[in-house]
């Protein structure tokens, strides 16, 4: 459909009908942490396996919600799949400032005041196909969800080590 | 006999539904649960207001001063007229609905409720019904009971009296925002007096709809909002019983809420005004007035006659066409329910059906509408919710079923 296709590319579609990494992990040793996107109610939950050398061993994704929230989630778990976790921020900072520019400005989140001070100069990969949504305002939230919970479940896992 | 209403002459009227587009096509507003289009009557009447009369009210003695202050009360008195109440004492002017619940809550509430005093509520309220009372069970202690709803998306009341025995309050809307399920009324705000309860009725998508007499429904408390019923945003209206409000402490102070200052103390205006504070929404009440003229003008049986009759032809349409690829969460009787609509199509996400919507430029709202806790119980995070009012027609259910399909195809269903 006309205007569309930005939005939903085939990649996007295909982690949508088949997402990756899909279900829980036992709590401990994982962390469980939870998303909300307050305007639409998606709720995502994340699982993260994190093994003594400061790798994501395993990540599960659990919850409901759009297209775009599950697709990113979905790639999202397959692109930090056996990174480190220094490695995983770099990704969330280079995803989320490929989104950030119209998320900091509909709604600040405190840390991308402004232009973003540094970049990581790291691949996107398949995650490139997200770029689209930013043609998209409304549903930056939902592309950005699961990578914010990440950050936030890393830096839990982090400061309070199962 | 009432005329039938005619929603190709009425679309007339609403410049924007007329004038505007969406990616190239007319728009089919299908959101006016959510907020309504409005008016040329109402657009100008603010417009006249600001250009010719302005002033502020019940303060200057010169004449702009006085003709403003006269046609704000006139809105009220128009206000009055439309929801039969007795008096236009009874009409306080808020910023919308959640402002008149939260008003009951505030003054009444804490007013007349201690820690264990119960307040009934139904699991299909929107959070506006639902916050105000949860903020006052943290405060006070008060316990909440909940009404449940029944496997037909209607209220199950076959625990009423148990739900209210020892209650205060029963807090109910007339009619699901989510659902379209009319409730009850009568028959709730009977029982809740039975019991000793007073009776809310959270009236922002009946008011709009529907004929209205608080004294018929038995409301003490009743909450409209001015920006759903063809007026404009920023004005609604919380109509209770005159004593009720004459017992009530004010909660906002200054402006016209005042009677007396003094270093010591002060002492209150007289109701409605004492729940007023401040420069009130001068424009918003006189082109509520103009919004409530247009809706007599068209007559509110005409209005309940015409969109019940759309239901009906929506409800058919898209069940034929999308069979059980469809659900409508919602009563199947027209008589038990308004023209909301409240659409999962299989497995797509309600946010991507209205993704496709837009661009074939029909405005649905997709989300939780602000009613988690009926979202919960219905199993599902959202909802697609097309809402129909007088200036919809058939073309605009036909053109959102085309667009539903196009939505289906794209997503292979």
């Known amino acids: 459909m006309p205007g569309l296709e930005d939005l939903y590319r085939e990649i996007i579609l295909d982690h949508y009908r088949n997402p990756r990494n899909r279900g829980e992990l036992p709590v401990p040793p994982a962390h469980r942490v939870e998303g909300f996107n307050p305007l639409c109610g998606d709720e995502i939950v994340v699982y993260l396996d994190i093994d003594d050398q400061g790798r994501i061993d395993d990540i599960r994704i659990s919850g409901q919600g759009c297209s775009i929230s599950q697709s990113s989630a979905s790639m999202m778990s397959s692109?930090?799949?056996g990174k480190t976790v220094d490695e995983v921020r770099d990704l969330t900072k280079a995803f989320k400032a490929m989104m950030s520019i119209h998320e900091s400005s509909l709604e600040g989140d405190g840390e991308s005041e402004g232009e973003p001070a540094e970049v990581p100069d790291v691949k996107l990969g398949d995650l490139e196909a997200l770029r689209g949504v930013v043609k998209f305002p409304v549903r930056i939230k939902c592309a950005t969800l699961a990578w914010n919970t990440l950050a936030q479940g890393i830096d839990e896992a982090v400061d309070h080590p199962s | 006999m009432t005329t039938p209403i005619d929603p190709a002459v009425v679309k007339r009227d609403f410049p924007l539904l007329t004038k505007a587009e969406m990616h190239g096509r007319?728009?089919?507003?299908?959101?006016?649960?959510?907020?309504?289009?409005?008016?040329?009557?109402?657009?100008?009447?603010?417009?006249?207001?600001?250009?010719?009369?302005?002033?502020?009210?019940?303060?200057?003695?010169?004449?702009?001063?006085?003709?403003?202050?006269?046609?704000?009360?006139?809105?009220?008195?128009?206000?009055?007229?439309?929801?039969?109440a007795p008096s236009e004492r009874e009409i306080v002017f808020t910023k919308n609905v959640t402002e008149a619940i939260n008003l009951v809550a505030y003054s009444w509430g804490r007013a007349n409720l201690a820690e264990g005093d119960v307040v009934v509520l139904t699991e299909i309220e929107h959070h506006a019904n639902i916050v105000p009372w949860l903020m006052l069970r943290e405060e006070r202690g008060i316990e909440l009971r909940w009404i449940p709803m029944a496997e037909d998306y209607t209220l199950d009341v076959s625990s009423l009296d148990e739900l209210l025995d020892g209650a205060k309050l029963l807090a109910v809307t007339a009619m699901s925002n989510v659902l379209g399920t009319l409730t009850p009324v009568r028959q709730l705000a009977d029982a809740a007096h039975a019991a000793g309860a007073l009776c809310l009725v959270d009236a922002a998508q009946y008011v709009p709809h529907l004929p209205t007499d608080v004294t018929e429904l038995g409301a003490d408390f009743l909450g409209f909002t001015g920006h759903k019923m063809l007026g404009p945003s920023g004005i609604g209206v919380l109509w209770a019983r005159a004593e009720l409000l004459e017992a009530m402490p004010a909660f906002l102070g200054g402006g016209e809420m005042i009677r007396d200052v003094r270093k010591d103390g002060w002492t209150p205006n007289e109701i409605p005004w004492k729940f007023e504070a401040g420069t009130p929404p001068i424009a918003?009440?006189?082109?509520?007035?103009?919004?409530?003229?247009?809706?007599?003008?068209?007559?509110?049986?005409?209005?309940?006659?015409?969109?019940?009759?759309?239901?009906?032809?929506?409800?058919?349409?898209?069940?034929?066409?999308?069979?059980?690829?469809?659900?409508?969460?919602g009563p199947a009787a027209l008589d038990a329910r308004g023209g909301v609509l409240s659409l999962a199509l299989r497995d797509v996400h309600p946010h991507d059906i209205s993704q496709v919507l837009d661009q074939h430029g029909v405005c649905v709202r997709a989300g939780h509408h602000c009613a988690k806790v009926l979202m919960k119980v219905l199993g599902v995070g959202a909802t697609a919710r097309a809402s129909?009012?007088?200036?919809?027609?058939?073309?605009?259910?036909?053109?959102?079923?085309?667009?539903?399909?196009?939505?289906?195809?794209?997503?292979s269903l």
């Open chain 1, 79 to 81: 692109a930090v799949k």
């Open chain 2, 26 to 84: 007319p728009i089919v507003y299908l959101d006016s649960a959510s907020s309504s289009q409005k008016p040329q009557s109402v657009l100008d009447a603010m417009d006249e207001l600001y250009e010719h009369t302005y002033a502020n009210v019940h303060r200057g003695v010169y004449e702009l001063g006085a003709e403003t202050t006269e046609r704000y009360e006139s809105a009220r008195r128009n206000a009055a007229r439309f929801v039969k």
């Open chain 2, 284 to 329: 918003e009440a006189i082109g509520l007035a103009a919004a409530i003229d247009y809706l007599e003008g068209l007559g509110m049986d005409a209005v309940r006659a015409h969109e019940r009759e759309l239901t009906g032809y929506a409800i058919d349409t898209l069940t034929e066409r999308f069979g059980d690829q469809l659900t409508i969460h």
């Open chain 2, 388 to 411: 129909l009012y007088v200036y919809n027609d058939e073309t605009d259910v036909d053109t959102l079923a085309d667009a539903l399909a196009d939505t289906a195809d794209f997503f």
